[in-house]
């Protein structure tokens, strides 16, 4: 740096200067992160059997379906539908994205919970088709009865989720399975888990809100919910979003509370912003790139397992990924700010 500017931040400078000693935490790297939660999965590859149990029973169970459910609020979803031909459109694509919904839709879809769950293929894919045929199908047709078994299931899938986030933190961090610690912190994770979940849900309405209202406004102004407004109002959603990407990490890490967990997530994110952004994209680019190949057998093959079974490890082994960078971008922070602190605001001595 020009003298001046050495002269004015000499103490911030010459911190920075010393953060890549050897004595101080390497900063987080992302393929050297991705690779050893791979290979911490490959010493314990029984923690596929989570996410391989619930996607064969997602696949061979039979459904919980909200046909009868979905069908009635389209009839009044079309009464209210306007003259207007853009917005008229968009009426009828969303029309026909929830007839899809209705005809492959599973209630037990929902024990792939968020932020915190197992991961699952056939959650998402919507399967209706199994190696024996047509699965059976159990019919909703109250509202109510509906609510309370999404929330019965979705919690369900928190639950077990917590354990298995705790068992994969556990061999991603010290390459063991801590069954006697995850079985006794269990509870408390799974406390910490639900109100975290809750924490997720508020977010997502207070964002969602704001998100409808722009889509209405620009309704009413003439212009098209197209592509581009809806690109930009998801795209300001997922920036608001992004520095939740690791809010559950300390709960299974350092054994925070959730809201504890929330703030550090809120703090590694700002101060590896770049570093972070990166190992976001590359974790979505493998998880969604692998699993169009995991797809590629059809769903009425016992093919099928091969795509599950390739769908856990990959999303395991990321799992096992993110907990390494978390405590190794927690241990960077942490020594930035004890560096800093000592540098910027030294101790008074004594005269």
């Given at each position: 740096?020009?003298p001046?500017?050495?002269a004015r931040?000499g103490?911030i400078?010459?911190?920075?200067?010393t953060l890549t000693?050897p004595?101080s935490?390497?900063?987080?790297r992302?393929f050297k992160?991705?690779?050893?939660?791979?290979?911490?999965?490959?010493n314990?590859?029984g923690?596929?059997l989570f996410?391989i149990?619930?996607?064969l029973?997602?696949?061979?169970s039979?459904?919980?379906?909200l046909?009868?459910?979905?069908e009635?609020?389209?009839?009044?979803?079309?009464?209210?539908?306007?003259?207007?031909?853009d917005?008229a459109?968009?009426f009828?694509?969303?029309?026909e994205?929830w007839?899809?919904?209705a005809?492959r839709?599973?209630l037990?879809?929902?024990?792939?919970?968020?932020?915190?769950?197992?991961?699952s293929?056939?959650?998402s894919?919507?399967p209706?088709?199994?190696p024996?045929?047509?699965?059976?199908?159990i019919?909703i047709s109250?509202i109510?009865?509906a609510?309370?078994?999404?929330l019965?299931?979705?919690?369900?899938?928190?639950?077990?989720?917590a354990l298995?986030?705790y068992l994969?933190?556990?061999v991603?961090?010290d390459?063991?399975?801590?069954?006697r610690e995850?079985?006794?912190?269990w509870p408390?994770?799974?406390?910490?888990?639900?109100?975290?979940?809750l924490?997720w849900v508020?977010?997502?309405?207070?964002?969602?809100?704001p998100?409808l209202?722009?889509?209405l406004?620009?309704?009413?102004f003439?212009v098209?919910?197209?592509?581009?407004?809806?690109l930009?109002?998801?795209?300001?959603?997922?920036w608001?979003a992004?520095?939740l990407?690791?809010?559950a990490?300390?709960?299974f890490?350092?054994?925070r509370?959730?809201?504890?967990s929330?703030?550090?997530?809120?703090?590694?994110?700002?101060?590896?912003?770049?570093?972070?952004?990166?190992f976001f994209?590359?974790?979505?680019l493998?998880?969604q790139?692998?699993?169009?190949l995991?797809r590629?057998?059809?769903e009425d093959s016992?093919?099928?397992?091969?795509?599950?079974?390739?769908?856990a490890?990959?999303a395991t082994?990321?799992?096992?990924a993110?907990f390494?960078y978390?405590?190794?971008?927690d241990?960077w922070?942490?020594?930035?700010?004890?560096h800093?602190k000592k540098?910027?605001?030294?101790?008074?001595?004594?005269a």
């Open positions: 740096p020009p001046k500017t050495r931040y103490k400078i010459s911190s920075m200067e000693t004595t935490p390497n900063p987080p992302v992160t991705l690779l050893a939660g791979f290979d911490a999965v490959t314990h590859i923690l596929l996410p149990g619930i996607d029973l997602i696949w061979l039979p459904r919980l379906g046909k009868k459910i979905i009635s609020w389209l009839a009044v979803y079309l009464q209210a539908r306007p003259e207007a031909p917005t459109e968009m009828e694509a969303a029309r994205i007839m899809v919904i005809e839709f599973s037990l879809s929902t024990l792939r919970s968020y932020p915190v769950g197992i991961p293929l056939m959650a894919g919507f209706n088709q199994t024996n045929g047509t699965p059976a199908w019919e109250s109510g009865t609510i309370l078994l999404y019965a299931i979705s919690v369900v899938g928190l639950v077990i989720g298995y986030f994969v933190a556990g991603g961090l390459d063991k399975l801590p069954w995850a079985i006794s912190g408390r994770a799974s406390g910490q888990v639900i109100l975290l979940a924490m508020g977010l997502m309405f207070g964002i969602s809100i998100a209202c722009g889509l406004a620009a309704a009413l003439g098209a919910p197209g592509s581009t407004v809806t930009i109002i998801g795209s300001i959603m997922l608001m992004f520095p990407l690791f809010s990490h300390g709960v890490v350092n054994q509370s959730a809201w504890s929330v703030k550090k997530s809120v703090l590694i994110t700002k101060m590896t912003l770049p570093t972070t952004m990166t994209m590359l974790v979505v493998l998880s790139g692998l699993d169009l995991w590629v057998p059809p016992w093919l099928m397992l091969i795509g599950i079974t390739g769908h490890f990959v082994g990321l799992l096992a993110s390494i978390y405590r190794e971008s241990l922070v942490q020594h930035v700010q004890e800093f540098e910027v605001d030294p101790p008074e001595q004594a």
